[in-house]
Nanobody
Framework: QLQASGGGLVQPGGSLRLSCVAS????????FGWFRQAPGKKREGVSW????????HYGDPVKGRFAISSDNAKNTVYLQMNSLKPEDTALYYC???????????????????WGKGTQVTVSS
C-alpha cells in the first residue's frame, strides 16, 4: 500500500513537500516514482528513485526545481517541489516497482503498485 500526502494550494514560486509512505511490502526491494496528471492531459512521470543506491531521475519539466529523496528507516519517499508554476497543477501519484526493473517501467508508466493521488494546485 502507498499513501501519498502533502498536497495543497500554493502560490506560484512557492514550495510543497509530498510524502509517500509504503507498507505491506519490502521497501528495500522496490524503486519509487512520482507521477502527475492534470485534467485533460496524459499522466506523466515526474521523478524516480532507487532507495538502495540513491540513484534518481527527473522529467524535463521539473529538473532543477524538484528533488526526490527517501528515508528508508521510515519506508517513506519524498518529493520536494520548489519554484512551483501553475503548470505543475495536477493530481500527484506515488507508485512503486521492483528494483530489478530499473527505471524502465517508470519510463513506460507501468509500475507495480499505485497509491491514491494528492492534489497540488498552484495558483495566485
Amino acid at each position: 500500500q502507498l499513501q501519498a500526502s502533502g498536497g495543497g494550494l500554493v502560490q506560484p514560486g512557492g514550495s510543497l513537500r509530498l510524502s509517500c509512505v509504503a507498507s505491506g511490502f519490502s521497501f528495500d526491494q522496490y524503486a519509487f516514482g512520482w507521477f502527475r496528471q492534470a485534467p485533460g492531459k496524459k499522466r506523466e512521470g515526474v521523478s524516480w528513485i532507487n532507495p538502495n543506491d540513491g540513484s534518481t531521475h527527473y522529467g524535463d519539466p521539473v529538473k532543477g526545481r524538484f528533488a526526490i529523496s527517501s528515508d528508508n528507516a521510515k519506508n517513506t519517499v519524498y518529493l520536494q517541489m520548489n519554484s512551483l508554476k501553475p503548470e505543475d497543477t495536477a493530481l500527484y501519484y506515488c507508485a512503486s516497482v521492483r528494483i530489478a526493473w530499473g527505471i524502465e517501467k517508470f519510463i513506460l508508466g507501468s509500475m507495480d503498485y499505485w497509491g491514491k493521488g494528492t492534489q497540488v494546485t498552484v495558483s495566485s
